[in-house]
C-alpha cells in the first residue's frame, strides 16, 4: 500500500508521463520523463511598398522546450518576381530557400527579401512560407 500511494504521489509532481502496469495492488510505476520538442513559428512583418519595390520581414522562431536541427525556411512570392536576398537565402523568383541550421529553444532568427514588381503591376505580391526542422537528439 505505501509504494502504491508513493507512486501515486511522484505521478501528480513530476513533470512527466507516468505508466502504471495494470496487476495487484503493489504494482510497479515505469517512469517515462515527456518529450522534449522543438516549435518553429514563422512570421511575417506587413510588406512596404517603394514604388515597385516591395520588403518583407520575416522571423523564424523556436517557441519550444528544446533545440531544432536542420532548419530551413521555404519562401514563395506571387506573382514570380525578380528578388534580393540576404543570406542564409538563395533561390529564384518561385522558390526562396533559407537554410538556418540550428535554432535553440527561445531563440529567433530574422531575414529579409525585397521583390521588385514589374511596372506594370499595380498590385502587391503576396508572401507564403514554410518552416521545416528536425527536434534536436536528446542528451543524457
Known sequence: MRKT??????????????????????????YAPAALQAAVELTYTEPVRDGQRITWQWTAANHGDTAATDVVITHRITPAVPVTLT?????????????VGELPADEEFAGRIVAELPADHS??????????????PETA
Not at 502587391?124 to 534536436?136: E, K, L, P, V
Open 87 to 99: 543570406s542564409p537565402c538563395e533561390g529564384t523568383a518561385e522558390k526562396i530557400t533559407c537554410t
Open 5 to 30: 500511494m508513493l507512486a501515486t504521489l511522484l505521478a501528480l509532481v513530476m513533470p512527466a508521463i507516468a505508466l502504471a502496469t495494470p496487476g495487484p495492488a503493489s504494482a510497479e510505476m515505469t
Open 123 to 136: 498590385d502587391n505580391a503576396r508572401i507564403q512560407g514554410r518552416a521545416t526542422w528536425t527536434d534536436a
